[in-house]
């Protein structure tokens, strides 16, 4: 009977723990960060209903001290929400550059592509965001990779008159 009651606690447990990292993951409560992976180590890998993880959602809302901690204890850095982006496809939308060289110095995949084929670059590309576009190049990605529509990256900036990031692309 013990063991049966130590089972359900672990268990409600880990609920209770993967529920509040994405909360405290998208706040940057770092310290509740932290005592839920003391709590769940695997925590930091769990998804919610829409593919969020707790490194997604830390990027997504400018957490660089979330993100470093997360990165720290070996987070899926690649992982995939339900459309297929990334932590780096994110910050790339949003345009945190620091972000973006963090988890680019940390092993992220440059070239990854989502559901939709778009790369980190085609983000950074179509919002305009220079800095990330000229880290992602000098870092490998490629300016050649096309979404499911045949655009590549400069296709996308051309369309949003993205003229310095055009300049790079070219």
Do not use: W
Not at 45 to 55: R, V
Not at 103 to 129: P, R
């Amino acid at each position: 009977m013990k063991h049966i009651i130590f089972i359900v606690i672990l268990t409600i447990a880990s609920t209770i723990s993967a529920q509040s990292i994405f909360e405290a993951s998208r706040n940057g409560n770092l310290e509740k960060v932290k005592a839920l992976y003391v709590l769940d180590k695997k925590a930091i890998n769990a998804s919610d209903s829409k593919g969020f993880t707790p490194l997604i959602l830390s990027v997504y809302n400018n957490q660089p001290k979330v993100v470093a901690f997360l990165l720290e204890k070996k987070t899926n850095i690649d992982a995939k929400d339900a459309s297929g982006n990334t932590a780096l496809m994110g910050v790339c939308f949003k345009g945190y550059t620091n972000i973006a060289k963090t988890l680019i110095e940390n092993g992220a995949d440059v070239n990854q592509q989502n559901y939709n084929g778009a790369t980190a670059l085609i983000y950074a590309s179509t919002f305009g965001h220079t800095e990330i576009v000229e880290y992602l190049l000098a870092n490998k990605a490629d300016k050649n990779l096309k979404d499911n529509r045949g655009n590549t990256a400069l296709k996308h900036a051309t369309m949003q008159g993205n003229t310095e990031v055009i300049t790079l692309l070219k």
